[in-house]
């Protein structure tokens, strides 16, 4: 038996998830992970196979995400040209900031203690926020769509906000916080932060919460929403360009820091929200 022990790391990054079918490697498309594994491999002369923080559908983003490899090399974290040249042959819309060693049992998905995601709502017309952000020019009543995003952390099963067959062994979640910010230039956005989110779970709350502030229903309806634990009680989900991985934070690990790389962009508020 071989004594050849690998090494394992951290890899930070941001991606534009328009151009991808999401974050998981699957046959009918590209993405990110594939894309990243690639240019790894290539880069490294050998199979590299990432383990993403989670997965991320089809047009969503990424402004913080995490995954772990393992590699025969121990010294990548000092390789001040590895990250250039791991930019250099991936797409446009992939950016990796940082790579960090860390211990050989750190998981870049079960170590992870919470999860912060954000929806932006364009309520103006822009065309620089074309699948940025979800176009919806018709007024919310931000105030109601707050009053329902607070009632959020009052419960832990979010089945009614889940997607139908997704396999979950559970659908309970912690929320830690929800609420929605106006910028007052025509942008609102949704921040929820939870130690976990089912399938769809986000897009799910967020169309939701669009009826709500719509004036279809008042914002106390969502209890009853949550309590009936079923899909169809819900609204439909928003679509994915608005939707954003912004932060994923973890425990103390030895030789990691949990935030992203210097060079990168702030990984939780948007310029519009600054």
Request: glycine fraction near 8%; include cysteine; charge should be neutral.
């Amino acid at each position: 038996m071989s004594l050849f022990r690998l090494s394992r790391y951290f890899i930070e990054l941001a991606y534009k998830g328009t151009p991808f079918c999401g974050w998981q490697l699957q046959p009918n498309g590209p993405t990110v992970q594939e894309e990243l594994e690639q240019a790894l491999g290539k880069l490294l002369r050998e199979p590299v196979r990432l383990t993403g923080a989670g997965r991320t559908d089809a047009g969503v983003h990424a402004l913080h995400y995490v995954a772990h490899f393992d590699a025969s090399r121990d010294d990548l974290h000092t390789d001040a040209l590895l990250i250039n040249r791991i930019n250099g042959i991936t797409p446009r819309g992939i950016a990796v900031y940082r790579i960090a060693a860390v211990p050989p049992d750190a998981h870049a998905r079960f170590d992870a203690v919470s999860r912060t995601y954000c929806y932006r709502i364009a309520v103006k017309k822009n065309p620089f926020t074309v699948d940025l952000a979800y176009h919806l020019y018709r007024p919310l009543d931000m105030a109601k769509m707050n009053e329902a995003a607070a009632i959020l952390p009052e419960y832990k099963d979010f089945t009614s906000f889940s997607k139908l067959h997704g396999n979950a062994k559970t659908n309970l979640c912690d929320i830690l916080e929800a609420c929605w910010t106006d910028d007052g230039k025509g942008e609102m956005q949704f921040t929820v932060t939870a130690n976990r989110f089912l399938r769809n779970m986000v897009r799910a709350i967020v169309g939701t919460m669009i009826e709500c502030g719509l004036g279809k229903y008042p914002p106390v309806d969502i209890r009853r929403i949550i309590m009936e634990k079923n899909r169809g009680a819900a609204g439909s989900s928003a679509p994915p360009q608005g939707l954003y991985l912004a932060k994923i934070e973890y425990p103390e690990i030895p030789g990691y820091s949990p935030a992203i790389g210097t060079d990168s962009p702030e990984p939780l508020i948007f310029p519009a929200f600054g």
